[in-house]
């Protein structure tokens, strides 16, 4: 070990030089940051220092493009007695840059070639003395590597190889309807993608080699999306046909299906000649012939499946015994693939059935078809709001109103059930979350907590039955298949519905093969959810994570690593990411996006205080709306989880509080001040140099930090005084 003395220069100014963009890793952009008197007042944001922009061509050609004026205030300089002193600067010099151009120019120049002697981006600490300049201290720019907001967001995204890529949500929205978990995307859409693949394989006869570099399922921004070309249009007839039209109603509800749209597919799948198109159609026409007995096979296996994580005792044992467990999602994946193209190809038949060949598919055969698949029992999915009437028929007749209000018997908690409840009441509580224990709203997603894990969802839902007694009702009776094909308004022949009577029933029970396979694929994922969640708590005692849920933002692979390595890389990362998940949720996209899927913008009028917004310098790129604003170390106990920080500056005190913090403001400071550093560090979205913000934001007001455009804007006007 060893200390380095250096000699204190008694600079005239002073700064710190980047030769690559602090917040963007941009490598044609230096920042220089400086002011009068020694760098004290620039690495301490003592002081607002004056900022000038560089550009540097692929030639490394310099060129100023920007100056800002900071308000330098007050410089430090040398101590005739020792030491460093902290003086105000003369009003004339604070009105002008402290670095000329040309001594700008220098200066990158220099920082070039130290650059270059590195072999990497430097974060330079300077001096200038007497037109001299000295080099205090040259450093790798420390976040150069941080992952940027938008890399965290789209690191997972599938490749959009055309323009006219088609990615749509209309299949996948049902069961992903948000922005999912890191976790389960790096599993599950790649899972379905090649049981995907291997089943247009088995049914086709010749194949896309194309298809190698192409996913059946697309992802961008954490959301799933199905991609059109390489299945909606994966067989493709040579013209518009009642064919497609229903292909179309099956997916999507409505027809969506172009001339454009079409001849893309076309373009890259070709289309089916007769032979192909038999060949096709017969070996679609062996799944719904042999899926009863696939069906059975996989209810043996999955109707009770479980992973047996409670043997494991460390992470990585039970690490190992997850990933042996997946080769089960494939085929669990692969038998809910057969039954749901048989349900498809049968309901596509009897709906050109009852249109009788026409060209088109009117309005009424597609009402009609809905009538008449609409009301069959025998569907697993469909169970379960039938239980639950069940079981709160059960409350109802054994519940004496005057010793039970009903609603509060509920309670808030699952444990209410194994306390409280007569006996026979427990059995039906206890039979409900064994057989629909694996269900939730997200049913696909690993982070999400079932009814078997969290019985409280389970509980509200029947508190909501309860103060609706309308919702427990005996349904109505179900009405013959006969007396359904009578009733329609389709005008067909006697013909057809003898087809319809034959081609209905074989239609009905594709569908509780195909609801039937999605719930066992759906046990499939909560086994995996359970066990990732168990992996989860004993990297937390071992010490690898910080908390068990950080683990549904890992990466399947990252958590390999993790355990192998311990590095606090992914642990960061995990942190950010889970950060940005609540945004990713709300995500809207249209039904059908035509190239790289783009968010739906929400349109929202914005409350400006005093009709104008701040705009300052942004130090990270991310937007949050946050209030409950706290100004001084002393509040630090009183924050709260998501709040924003607005405050004259910051030093470490405040350091162990950001990851606490929603965004970072503060009146002065520069890109390399404590608060944008750590910020910058933390993810956090940050503005500096926001002059008057602690008089003129009051604390309880509701403000938008948009660190990517550089504004802070007032939405609504609460506080009672400043901050």
Excluded at 209 to 219: E, Q, S, Y
Excluded at 437 to 465: A, C, T, Y
Excluded at 503 to 522: F, G, M, N, Q, Y
Aim: hydrophobic share 40%.
């Amino acid at each position: 070990m060893a200390v380095v003395i250096q000699e204190m220069v008694e600079a005239e100014v002073a700064g710190v030089l980047f030769t690559s963009d602090p917040v963007t890793g941009n490598p044609s952009i230096i920042t220089i940051t400086a002011n009068y008197g020694l760098g004290e007042s620039v690495v301490s944001a003592s002081a607002e220092p004056d900022t000038i922009t560089l550009k540097k061509s692929w030639r490394n050609k310099l060129t100023v493009i920007n100056k800002a004026l900071g308000s330098k205030k007050t410089k430090m300089v040398m101590d005739d007695n020792g030491g460093t002193l902290e003086v105000a600067v003369e009003d004339k010099a604070t009105d002008s840059i402290c670095l000329n151009d040309s001594m700008a120019l220098r200066l990158a120049d220099i920082s070039l070639y130290v650059q270059d002697a590195f072999g990497s981006p430097r974060d330079i600490e300077f001096a200038l003395a007497e037109n001299c300049v000295y080099l205090l201290q040259a450093r790798p720019i420390t976040n150069n590597n941080t992952w940027t907001d938008f890399e965290l967001i789209h690191e997972q995204d599938t490749a959009v190889i055309a323009d006219h890529e088609l990615l749509t949500k209309a299949n996948t929205g049902e069961v992903f309807p948000g922005g999912i978990s890191p976790l389960t995307v790096s599993i599950l859409p790649s899972a379905l993608s090649i049981c995907l693949e291997s089943h247009f394989k088995a049914v086709q006869l010749k194949n896309n080699n194309f298809h190698i570099i192409t996913n059946n399922l697309g992802v961008s921004h954490q959301h799933i999306f199905l991609n059109m070309l390489s299945m909606c249009y994966r067989c493709n007839e040579s013209k518009l046909t009642p064919v497609v039209e229903a292909l179309d109603l099956n997916v999507f509800g409505h027809r969506v299906t172009t001339e454009q749209f079409l001849s893309w597919g076309i373009q890259r799948n070709g289309y089916l000649n007769t032979f192909e198109r038999v060949y096709t159609s017969l070996m679609a026409f062996s799944d719904i012939f042999f899926n009863s007995r696939r069906v059975n096979t996989a209810k043996k296996y999955f109707n009770k499946y479980h992973i047996k994580y409670e043997q494991a005792n460390d992470a990585a044992t039970l690490f190992n015994a997850i990933q042996a467990a997946l080769p089960d999602l494939f085929t669990s994946i692969k038998t809910h693939l057969s039954t749901s193209s048989a349900s498809s190809l049968m309901q596509v038949i009897a709906l050109i059935t009852l249109s009788e060949g026409k060209n088109e598919i009117s309005d009424d055969n597609v009402c009609d078809m809905a009538s008449l698949l609409g009301s069959f029992g025998g569907v697993e999915s469909a169970d379960v709001p039938s239980a639950l009437k069940a079981l709160i028929k059960n409350v109802v007749e054994v519940s004496d109103e005057n010793m039970y209000d009903i609603a509060t018997l509920l309670g808030s908690v699952g444990e209410v059930w194994s306390t409280e409840l007569p006996l026979a009441l427990k059995i039906s509580f206890k039979s409900m979350v064994t057989m629909h224990g694996h269900n939730i709203q997200i049913r696909f997603d690993f982070e999400s907590k079932s009814w078997g894990m969290d019985p409280r969802h389970l509980v509200e839902n029947l508190q909501m039955m309860v103060r609706h007694p309308a919702s427990f009702q005996t349904p109505s009776k179900q009405v013959d298949l006969q007396e359904s094909l009578e009733n329609i308004k389709s005008t067909v022949k006697p013909s057809t519905k003898r087809a319809l009577k034959f081609i209905l029933p074989i239609c009905r029970k594709a569908v509780v093969l195909r609801e039937t396979t999605k719930s066992l694929l759906i046990k499939n994922v909560d086994a995996l959810r359970l066990s990732y969640r168990k992996l989860g708590h004993l990297m937390v005692t071992e010490g690898r994570l910080p908390g068990a849920d950080l683990i549904f933002y890992l990466k399947n692979q990252e958590i390999r690593q993790l355990i192998e390595t311990r590095s606090s890389t992914f642990i960061t990362k995990a942190m950010r990411r889970k950060r940005l998940q609540s945004h990713l949720e709300k995500l809207k996209f249209p039904e059908i996006s035509v190239g790289c899927p783009k968010p739906i913008k929400e349109i929202s009028k914005k409350l400006h205080l005093g009709g104008d917004r701040f705009s300052r310098t942004p130090v990270h790129h991310e937007a949050v709306k946050g209030t409950d604003i706290k100004t001084h170390l002393k509040n630090r106990t009183d924050i709260q989880n998501g709040e924003i920080l607005v405050t004259y500056s910051t030093d470490v005190g405040w350091t162990p509080y950001f990851p606490l913090l929603g965004g970072v403001i503060t009146e002065i400071g520069g890109l390399i001040s404590h608060g944008a550093v750590v910020a910058r560090e933390y993810g956090l979205p940050c503005i500096v140099g926001a002059a008057l913000a602690t008089q003129i934001i009051h604390s309880g007001d509701v403000i938008v930090l948009d660190g990517s455009a550089g504004t802070i804007t007032v939405i609504e006007d609460r506080g009672k005084k400043p901050v």
